[in-house]
């Protein structure tokens, strides 16, 4: 049987990279939770979010990331925010076309690079690095975020917002990560509404496909955890 965590007990040790099945699907809450949990459990712990579009403004007026406060709002290491979110574009839309709005050159060595230096600089138990939107979110006219996490070769962690549709885009999140060479460690599943239809039935099905699938692509199953969004 399929054990399902709940938040305050997830098992991660080192760096992951955080990616979802879909935009707006309480990505960067489960990050934020999952900073929280292991702070809790006794690991140092904090999250980068290397590509942030979209800024929001300071009493003072000074633009700042607002993901990447959020996703550190239980860390207990505490880098600055030019090595957690080096990279700040102003449209919130695709980090493609904000940067070209932004006059900014992106790409996937450089953001890797970035990356890299952070988890360097500042060590720690567990470091999560929240990608934005999806997997194959574009970040010039021919890489992706999958380039990114590919480069930094660590295990996956996806986030699934359940709804009508969810299985198929979560289907095919997982099959592009597996197909990348890497190991997904934790697929966390979002309830979006407390009136999601067949959310139970759906965790359900998923957990049995992924379960079954994962053993041609990794040694260890996944984890699977379970959250209501809005109570996040």
Same mark, same amino acid.
């Given at each position: 049987?399929?054990?399902?965590?709940?938040?305050?007990?997830? *098992?991660?040790?080192?760096?992951?990279?955080?990616?979802? +099945?879909?935009t707006e699907i309480g990505k960067t809450t489960t990050t934020a939770n999952l900073v929280k949990a292991l702070a809790e459990q006794g690991n140092s712990v904090y999250a980068i979010k290397p590509v942030t579009a979209g800024l929001e403004s300071s009493d003072t007026g000074e633009p700042f990331s607002d993901d990447a406060k959020r996703i550190n709002s239980f860390a207990n290491v505490h880098p600055p925010i030019e090595a957690i979110a080096p990279i700040r574009l102003g449209t919130p839309c695709s980090p493609h076309i904000a940067a070209e709005i932004d006059g900014v050159t992106l790409t996937a060595e450089q953001i890797t690079a970035w990356t890299q230096q952070t988890l360097q600089d500042y060590p720690a138990d567990t470091v999560l690095i929240e990608g934005a939107g999806g997997w194959f979110t574009p970040i010039n006219r021919t890489q992706t975020l999958a380039d990114v996490a590919v480069a930094l070769n660590c295990?996956?962690?996806?986030?699934?917002?359940? /709804?009508?549709?969810?299985?198929?885009? *979560?289907?095919?999140?997982?099959?592009?990560?597996?197909?990348?060479? #890497?190991?997904? *460690? #934790?697929?966390?599943? +979002? /309830?979006? *509404?407390?009136d999601t239809p067949f959310f139970d039935e759906q965790v359900a099905w998923l957990c049995d496909y992924i379960s079954g699938e994962a053993s041609q692509y990794q040694l260890v199953t996944p984890q699977f955890m379970s959250q209501d969004f809005l109570r996040c």
């Open positions: 049987m399929t054990t399902i965590l709940n938040t305050h007990q997830p *098992a991660l040790s080192g760096h992951y990279f955080v990616t979802g +099945n879909d295990p996956v962690i996806v986030v699934v917002g359940v /709804k009508l549709g969810s299985l198929n885009h *979560a289907m095919l999140t997982l099959q592009a990560v597996w197909q990348s060479g #890497l190991e997904v *460690a #934790l697929v966390v599943f +979002n /309830k979006l *509404a407390a």
